[in-house]
Protein backbone atom coordinates (compact mmCIF):
# COMPACT_ATOMS: atom_id res chain seq x y z
CA UNK A 1 0.00 0.00 0.00
CA UNK A 2 1.16 3.62 0.24
CA UNK A 3 1.24 6.75 2.54
CA UNK A 4 -2.09 9.22 1.72
CA UNK A 5 -2.31 12.16 3.49
CA UNK A 6 -4.61 14.88 3.21
CA UNK A 7 -4.39 18.70 4.66
CA UNK A 8 -6.25 20.08 6.29
CA UNK A 9 -7.62 17.25 8.65
CA UNK A 10 -10.21 19.49 8.76
CA UNK A 11 -11.57 23.14 8.76
CA UNK A 12 -14.74 25.38 9.39
CA UNK A 13 -14.90 27.92 7.25
CA UNK A 14 -17.57 30.82 6.70
CA UNK A 15 -20.32 30.89 3.83
CA UNK A 16 -18.53 33.00 0.24
CA UNK A 17 -15.06 32.18 1.11
CA UNK A 18 -13.26 29.02 -0.41
CA UNK A 19 -10.85 26.07 0.63
CA UNK A 20 -7.99 24.22 -0.89
CA UNK A 21 -7.21 20.44 -0.42
CA UNK A 22 -4.29 18.94 -0.75
CA UNK A 23 -3.76 15.24 -1.49
CA UNK A 24 0.00 13.62 -1.42
CA UNK A 25 0.96 10.09 -1.86
CA UNK A 26 4.43 8.63 -1.51
CA UNK A 27 4.12 6.12 -4.03
CA UNK A 28 4.12 5.98 -8.07
CA UNK A 29 0.07 6.86 -8.76
CA UNK A 30 -1.59 5.67 -12.17
CA UNK A 31 -4.84 7.26 -10.77
CA UNK A 32 -6.18 9.98 -8.64
CA UNK A 33 -9.61 10.47 -7.42
CA UNK A 34 -11.56 13.28 -5.58
CA UNK A 35 -14.84 12.06 -3.27
CA UNK A 36 -17.44 13.49 -1.16
CA UNK A 37 -19.19 11.99 2.02
CA UNK A 38 -21.93 13.97 3.27
CA UNK A 39 -23.15 12.82 6.93
CA UNK A 40 -24.38 9.52 7.19
CA UNK A 41 -24.24 8.64 3.34
CA UNK A 42 -22.66 6.74 0.97
CA UNK A 43 -19.18 8.27 -0.91
CA UNK A 44 -20.05 9.99 -4.19
CA UNK A 45 -17.13 10.90 -6.84
CA UNK A 46 -16.35 14.25 -7.59
CA UNK A 47 -13.78 13.99 -10.46
CA UNK A 48 -10.74 11.90 -11.41
CA UNK A 49 -8.21 14.50 -11.15
CA UNK A 50 -6.02 14.18 -14.68
CA UNK A 51 -1.84 14.71 -14.49
CA UNK A 52 -1.57 18.18 -16.34
CA UNK A 53 -4.94 18.41 -18.34
CA UNK A 54 -8.78 19.51 -17.14
CA UNK A 55 -9.80 17.40 -14.45
CA UNK A 56 -12.90 14.89 -16.09
CA UNK A 57 -16.20 15.56 -13.53
CA UNK A 58 -18.80 13.36 -12.88
CA UNK A 59 -22.52 14.61 -13.01
CA UNK A 60 -23.36 17.24 -10.77
CA UNK A 61 -20.42 18.85 -10.29
CA UNK A 62 -18.65 21.67 -12.21
CA UNK A 63 -15.26 23.13 -12.78
CA UNK A 64 -16.03 26.73 -11.14
CA UNK A 65 -17.54 25.09 -7.85
CA UNK A 66 -14.59 22.24 -7.45
CA UNK A 67 -11.52 23.25 -9.22
CA UNK A 68 -9.15 20.32 -9.52
CA UNK A 69 -5.04 20.61 -10.07
CA UNK A 70 -3.05 17.41 -10.39
CA UNK A 71 0.53 19.32 -11.23
CA UNK A 72 2.48 16.04 -10.91
CA UNK A 73 1.62 12.13 -10.30
CA UNK A 74 1.66 12.28 -6.94
CA UNK A 75 -0.08 15.44 -5.48
CA UNK A 76 -3.44 17.15 -6.77
CA UNK A 77 -5.98 19.35 -4.99
CA UNK A 78 -9.47 20.32 -4.36
CA UNK A 79 -10.96 23.87 -4.19
CA UNK A 80 -14.30 24.21 -2.71
CA UNK A 81 -15.06 27.32 -3.64
CA UNK A 82 -17.86 29.99 -2.73
CA UNK A 83 -18.97 27.64 0.07
CA UNK A 84 -22.14 27.41 1.43
CA UNK A 85 -23.18 25.06 4.18
CA UNK A 86 -24.58 22.45 1.89
CA UNK A 87 -20.93 21.80 1.34
CA UNK A 88 -20.30 20.54 4.85
CA UNK A 89 -19.26 17.39 3.91
CA UNK A 90 -16.10 15.00 4.48
CA UNK A 91 -13.47 15.22 1.09
CA UNK A 92 -11.55 12.14 0.65
CA UNK A 93 -8.86 11.49 -2.05
CA UNK A 94 -8.54 8.34 -3.30
CA UNK A 95 -5.34 6.70 -5.81
CA UNK A 96 -4.94 3.46 -7.68
CA UNK A 97 -1.19 2.56 -7.29
CA UNK A 98 1.21 1.99 -10.04
CA UNK A 99 0.94 -1.40 -11.05
CA UNK A 100 -1.93 -1.70 -8.85
CA UNK A 101 -4.97 -2.83 -10.85
CA UNK A 102 -7.91 -1.20 -10.02
CA UNK A 103 -7.47 -1.13 -5.90
CA UNK A 104 -8.22 2.21 -4.64
CA UNK A 105 -7.22 3.47 -0.97
CA UNK A 106 -8.21 6.36 0.63
CA UNK A 107 -6.51 9.34 2.27
CA UNK A 108 -7.73 10.14 5.74
CA UNK A 109 -10.29 12.89 4.82
CA UNK A 110 -10.91 16.47 5.61
CA UNK A 111 -14.04 17.39 7.77
CA UNK A 112 -15.19 20.53 6.35
CA UNK A 113 -18.06 22.63 8.27
CA UNK A 114 -19.19 25.73 6.37
CA UNK A 115 -21.14 28.56 8.98
CA UNK B 1 -26.87 4.60 -16.08
CA UNK B 2 -24.37 2.94 -13.41
CA UNK B 3 -25.70 1.79 -9.71
CA UNK B 4 -25.01 -0.26 -7.45
CA UNK B 5 -28.01 -1.36 -4.81
CA UNK B 6 -26.78 -2.13 -1.34
CA UNK B 7 -28.88 -4.44 1.32
CA UNK B 8 -29.69 -4.02 4.26
CA UNK B 9 -29.13 -0.73 5.20
CA UNK B 10 -28.79 -1.66 8.76
CA UNK B 11 -27.86 -5.17 10.30
CA UNK B 12 -27.89 -6.14 13.71
CA UNK B 13 -26.47 -9.31 14.79
CA UNK B 14 -25.40 -11.37 18.08
CA UNK B 15 -21.34 -11.86 19.04
CA UNK B 16 -20.18 -15.20 17.26
CA UNK B 17 -22.97 -15.11 14.54
CA UNK B 18 -22.60 -14.35 11.03
CA UNK B 19 -23.34 -11.57 9.13
CA UNK B 20 -24.55 -11.24 5.02
CA UNK B 21 -24.59 -8.25 3.14
CA UNK B 22 -25.78 -8.46 -0.50
CA UNK B 23 -25.14 -6.14 -3.41
CA UNK B 24 -26.15 -6.13 -7.62
CA UNK B 25 -25.28 -3.84 -10.38
CA UNK B 26 -26.76 -2.60 -12.84
CA UNK B 27 -23.76 -2.71 -15.98
CA UNK B 28 -22.53 -6.58 -16.92
CA UNK B 29 -18.92 -4.84 -18.31
CA UNK B 30 -18.08 -4.50 -14.18
CA UNK B 31 -15.37 -6.72 -13.71
CA UNK B 32 -14.05 -5.14 -10.46
CA UNK B 33 -16.14 -5.71 -7.28
CA UNK B 34 -14.50 -4.04 -3.70
CA UNK B 35 -15.83 -4.19 -0.39
CA UNK B 36 -14.52 -1.32 2.16
CA UNK B 37 -14.99 -1.07 5.91
CA UNK B 38 -15.57 2.57 7.63
CA UNK B 39 -15.14 2.78 11.50
CA UNK B 40 -16.37 6.06 12.68
CA UNK B 41 -14.43 9.37 12.07
CA UNK B 42 -12.11 7.16 9.58
CA UNK B 43 -11.53 6.60 6.18
CA UNK B 44 -12.87 3.83 3.79
CA UNK B 45 -10.45 0.55 4.66
CA UNK B 46 -10.57 -1.87 1.51
CA UNK B 47 -11.05 -5.84 3.79
CA UNK B 48 -11.96 -7.41 0.63
CA UNK B 49 -12.08 -7.89 -3.39
CA UNK B 50 -13.34 -9.92 -5.78
CA UNK B 51 -12.54 -10.63 -9.79
CA UNK B 52 -15.34 -11.29 -12.54
CA UNK B 53 -13.57 -14.41 -13.44
CA UNK B 54 -14.03 -15.34 -9.92
CA UNK B 55 -16.91 -16.87 -8.28
CA UNK B 56 -15.70 -16.70 -4.48
CA UNK B 57 -12.83 -15.56 -2.40
CA UNK B 58 -11.65 -16.04 1.24
CA UNK B 59 -9.59 -13.98 3.79
CA UNK B 60 -10.24 -15.93 7.62
CA UNK B 61 -13.57 -14.95 8.37
CA UNK B 62 -14.93 -13.08 5.85
CA UNK B 63 -15.61 -14.66 1.95
CA UNK B 64 -17.22 -12.60 -0.83
CA UNK B 65 -18.93 -14.63 -3.73
CA UNK B 66 -20.21 -13.21 -6.95
CA UNK B 67 -22.67 -14.23 -9.81
CA UNK B 68 -22.21 -12.89 -12.43
CA UNK B 69 -25.45 -13.97 -14.54
CA UNK B 70 -27.66 -12.37 -11.61
CA UNK B 71 -25.47 -9.71 -11.43
CA UNK B 72 -25.02 -9.34 -7.47
CA UNK B 73 -21.94 -10.09 -4.85
CA UNK B 74 -22.38 -10.64 -1.39
CA UNK B 75 -19.86 -10.20 1.52
CA UNK B 76 -19.98 -13.03 4.53
CA UNK B 77 -18.75 -12.23 8.01
CA UNK B 78 -18.28 -15.42 10.05
CA UNK B 79 -17.80 -15.77 13.93
CA UNK B 80 -18.55 -11.96 14.43
CA UNK B 81 -16.88 -10.05 17.09
CA UNK B 82 -17.78 -6.31 18.68
CA UNK B 83 -14.78 -5.01 16.55
CA UNK B 84 -16.53 -6.02 13.02
CA UNK B 85 -19.08 -3.47 14.16
CA UNK B 86 -18.74 -0.10 11.36
CA UNK B 87 -20.57 0.89 7.84
CA UNK B 88 -20.07 -1.18 5.00
CA UNK B 89 -19.59 -0.27 1.37
CA UNK B 90 -20.02 -2.58 -1.55
CA UNK B 91 -18.71 -1.07 -5.07
CA UNK B 92 -18.42 -2.09 -8.87
CA UNK B 93 -15.87 -0.82 -10.99
CA UNK B 94 -17.32 0.65 -14.47
CA UNK B 95 -14.80 1.86 -16.62
CA UNK B 96 -12.32 3.86 -15.11
CA UNK B 97 -14.02 4.57 -11.71
CA UNK B 98 -15.91 2.86 -8.33
CA UNK B 99 -19.63 3.29 -8.48
CA UNK B 100 -20.37 2.81 -4.38
CA UNK B 101 -23.33 1.68 -2.94
CA UNK B 102 -25.93 3.31 -0.09
CA UNK B 103 -23.65 1.28 2.71
CA UNK B 104 -24.69 -1.49 5.70
CA UNK B 105 -24.31 -0.40 9.24
CA UNK B 106 -23.68 -3.55 11.33
CA UNK B 107 -23.93 -3.64 14.79
CA UNK B 108 -22.42 -6.77 16.55
CA UNK B 109 -23.84 -7.23 20.00
CA UNK B 110 -22.06 -8.64 22.81
Known amino acids: SAVISQKPSRDICQRGTSLTIQCQVD?????MFWYRQQPGQSLTLIAT?????????ESGFVIDKFPISRPNLTFSTLTVSNMSPEDSSIYLC????????????FGPGTRLLVL | GENVEQHPSTLSVQEGDSAVIKCTYSDSASNYFPWYKQELGKRPQLIIDIRSNVGEKKDQRIAVTLNKTAKHFSLHITETQPEDSAVYFC?????????FGAGTILRVKS
Open chain 1, 94 to 105: SVILAGGGETQY
Open chain 1, 49 to 57: ANQGSEATY
Open chain 1, 27 to 31: SQVTM
Open chain 2, 91 to 99: AAFYGNKLV
